[in-house]
């Protein structure tokens, strides 16, 4: 060893790495897996390392249904090109028919209709997000075991030679994007591991490293049992996703209640805040959670149940700017209220930014708000506001669940 010799570090991450990571943290709950996959790809490619000819990554994410696996992928974009619609998705249950592979990649010259299809899948779309900075792609193909075989054929073909020749022979160049898939395969498998829930799993003293493997196993076994060898073999890296504990579904209502409060301190009439009581939650996640089906109907339960009626009082001026307004259940009739706590809440000293939900309402939110003229000294009027019924809604929303499943 010479004496100029130095000794390095390589498990130290730049700035931007660290900053990515922290940002994924913030949207996604658990899947530790996942989220340190993609921060490793992140920090291979900006530093120019990912293979040339090859996509940057070929991602495959398995596990149950609700566990976030599509849902870290759009974050990501989210966070790294500034919208959560830049990653391409194609749902592979919609591309059963040759004509609908047009859909993604034009049809030849000559066909009828040739002219009107435009490609999903194009040169321009893939760098439609690109920055100076940041010359990367994202690609979902979404449910893979639904795919048709003319698309698994086009898959393969990406996943190895990263390009893509369209129906007019023009070439798509994927050496710069990331290729994700998702699977539902072996979920189900998966959550009967955990039919008696976690608790049950703990109560019978398995080490957490016990099931954790055997989850491992199942889905990577349902995949190998699936999907032919030359396919496996072309993927990067399988991540297998978990199915979310009661307290980590939890976090993510946390999360979604955050986002829909950023909406309505986005909005221009609207800037109010909400604050959702523990038996509100518990109403919330009840309704838009379960074992199966994880968090899939979240936001639905969401949008139904809170955000509907939030809009309502809203459009009646029950609800004005700098008002704050708890959101209780009624356990009689199971549903949820609605009670103005006081006037002017953005603006009086006692601003309780910390009693509200979740991911906080940011400051900036708080700061952009116009003035209210007149702090009401009053105390707070605990009327309660009869909103558009959530009973009803509750109806209407299981109606669109089973049409789901
Ligand atoms: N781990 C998670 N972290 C944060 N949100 C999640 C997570 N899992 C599920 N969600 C929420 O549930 C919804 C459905 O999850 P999704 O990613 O579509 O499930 P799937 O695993 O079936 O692709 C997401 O849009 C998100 O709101
Ligand atoms: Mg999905």
Request: glycine share 8%.
């Amino acid at each position: 060893m010479g004496t100029d010799d130095l000794s390095l570090n390589p498990n130290i991450r730049s700035a931007e790495t660290v900053e990515f990571q922290k940002s994924l943290r913030a949207k996604i709950v658990g899947q530790d897996e996942a989220v340190q996959a993609l921060v490793e790809l992140f920090q291979v490619f900006t530093a120019g390392l990912n293979s040339p000819g090859r996509p940057v990554g070929n991602l495959l994410f398995l596990g149950p249904t609700g566990s976030g696996k599509t849902r870290i992928v759009e974050a990501a974009a989210e966070i790294l090109f500034g919208s959560p619609r830049s990653v391409i998705k194609i749902d592979c249950a919609e591309f059963q028919h040759s004509h609908e592979i047009a859909k993604l990649i034009g049809s030849p010259p000559g066909y009828l209709g040739h002219r009107e299809t435009h490609p999903l899948i194009t040169q321009e779309a893939l760098a439609a997000y690109h920055t100076d900075k940041l010359k990367l792609s994202f690609l979902l193909f979404d449910e893979i075991e639904k795919a048709s075989d003319a698309l698994w054929q086009l898959l393969l073909g990406i996943l190895d030679k990263a390009t893509l020749t369209l129906g007019d022979n023009r070439r798509v160049d994927l050496s710069q994007t990331v290729i994700f898939m998702t699977s539902n395969l072996g979920g189900s498998d998966i959550s009967d591991l955990f039919a008696g829930g976690y608790g049950f799993i703990k109560s019978e003293d398995k080490p957490q490293t016990d099931i954790h493997e055997k989850v491992e196993r199942t889905a990577v076994e349902a995949a190998r049992r699936k999907f032919s060898p030359e396919f496996m073999n072309r993927i990067d890296k399988m991540v297998v996703f978990r199915p979310l504990r009661r307290d980590e579904l939890q976090s993510v209502l946390d999360i979604e209640l955050g986002m829909v409060q950023k909406r309505v301190l986005d909005t221009a009439t609207g800037k109010f805040l909400f604050r959702v009581t523990d038996a509100g939650r518990d109403f919330l996640l009840r309704e838009g959670t379960d074992q199966r089906y994880g968090a899939r109907h979240l936001k639905r339960a969401i949008e139904r149940f809170l955000v509907y009626p939030l809009a309502n009082l809203l459009a009646t001026q029950q609800v004005r700017m700098g008002d704050l307004v708890r959101v209780d259940w009624d356990g009689v009739h199971d549903e949820l209220t609605f009670v103005r706590e006081r006037e002017g809440a953005i603006v009086t000293a006692e601003a309780p930014a910390e009693e509200t939900v979740g991911a906080s309402p940011s400051a900036d939110g708080l700061g952009k708000a116009e003035p209210v003229e007149a702090v009401s000294e009053e105390p707070a009027r605990p009327a309660a506001l009869p909103a558009a019924s959530p009973a009803a809604a509750r109806q209407s929303l299981q109606g669109r669940k089973k049409d789901n499943r």
